[in-house]
């Protein structure tokens, strides 16, 4: 007997509808989360006889078919699975016959509490950075001469003249 469809709504593999390939839920916590967070079922918590159906999932976070290299004639062959299976990372974002804001055709757009910081301190890094090479021109650039006079002027802003004399007077 196949397994049903655990969304609300959904008659995959019940008696008489349409037969539909399913899914357990993830072992992974933080997937199991984001699962059960997207599927439309005020508390609901996962069996271990709970799944979801294809239906629900992005047609591209299907793998439909297998392949390997075949190392004697050196070409990739592909076959056909039986059972579709999974990308990792998918999560079920489509229910239909559920409210509009239920379901993601395009998939969630909405980046995971780690991304939103690896991308803050991404920003931040990139902001230090531009700080520090602005600062390191300056700094080069008040430190710079080009001539004797700037040199004296230099030495006097920075009271280099207390590590020894110097001679301002030129030879002709």
């Known amino acids: 007997m196949p397994f049903k469809c ?8 019940y008696k008489g509808t349409e037969k539909v390939h399913t ?3 993830p072992k992974n916590d933080a997937l199991r989360e984001r699962w059960l967070r997207n599927i439309p079922r005020k508390d ?15 047609p591209d976070d299907l793998i439909w078919e ?3 290299f075949d190392e004697k004639n050196g070409k990739i062959i592909k076959a056909s699975l039986q059972r579709p299976k999974l990308k ?5 974002s489509i229910f239909d016959g559920c409210p509009s804001y239920l379901s993601s055709q395009a998939g969630s757009s909405r980046k995971s509490p780690n991304e939103k910081k690896m991308e803050r301190e991404a920003n931040l890094m990139m902001k230090a950075i531009a700080h520090s090479k602005l600062s390191a021109a300056e700094y080069y650039k008040s430190r710079t001469f080009s001539d004797f006079n700037e040199l004296l002027t230099c030495c006097m802003q920075y009271n280099f ?4 004399t110097l001679c301002t007077k030129t030879i002709s």
Not at 44 to 58: D, E, G, L, N
Not at 88 to 92: L, Q, S, T, W
Not at 161 to 164: A, P, R, S, T, V
């Open 6 to 13: 655990c969304v609300t709504g959904c008659r995959g593999n």
């Open 23 to 25: 899914f357990s839920f």
């Open 44 to 58: 609901f918590s996962a069996t271990p006889y709970s799944r979801v159906c294809h239906k629900h999932f992005q």
């Open 66 to 68: 297998t392949s390997a």
């Open 88 to 92: 990792e990372g998918a999560f079920p």
């Open 161 to 164: 003249l207390h590590f020894g």
